[in-house]
Nanobody
Framework: QVQYAESGGGLVQPGGSLRLSCVAS???????MGWYRQAPGRERELIASITAIGGRDYPNYADSVKGRFTISRDNPRTTVYLQMNKLGPEDTALYYCNQISPAPVTWGQGTQVTVSP
């Protein structure tokens, strides 16, 4: 079973940027991949996904991050990225990645993003 390890989180001021990475233990080929986040007291939510169709990648975003976050992945299909710009306190959460299709596997530990002055 493939495993995913997230990194790149940290403390950032409002308006700042971070780039998260999700490294797979092996290639995830053309799986549909997603970035999720879970804020304290809230359920985990899908915020960005990337799907391969006809050899091209198509991203999709939750309204809450659209226009600020960008999901991408490398050609060996071993790493998924999440570029986060214009961060605000509402983006504070634990961020995870996982495959969406095929069905998600065991969740990693995530990477904490804290947006605070």
């Amino acid at each position: 079973q493939v495993q995913y390890a997230e990194s790149g989180g940290g403390l950032v001021q409002p308006g700042g940027s971070l780039r998260l990475s999700c490294v797979a233990s092996r290639s995830f080929y053309d799986f549909t991949m997603g970035w999720y986040r879970q804020a304290p007291g809230r359920e985990r939510e899908l915020i960005a996904s990337i799907t391969a169709i006809g050899g091209r990648d198509y991203p999709n975003y939750a309204d809450s991050v659209k226009g600020r976050f960008t999901i991408s992945r490398d050609n060996p299909r071993t790493t998924v990225y999440l570029q986060m710009n214009k961060l605000g306190p509402e983006d504070t959460a634990l961020y995870y990645c996982n495959q969406i299709s095929p069905a998600p596997v065991t969740w990693g530990q995530g990477t904490q993003v804290t947006v605070s002055p």
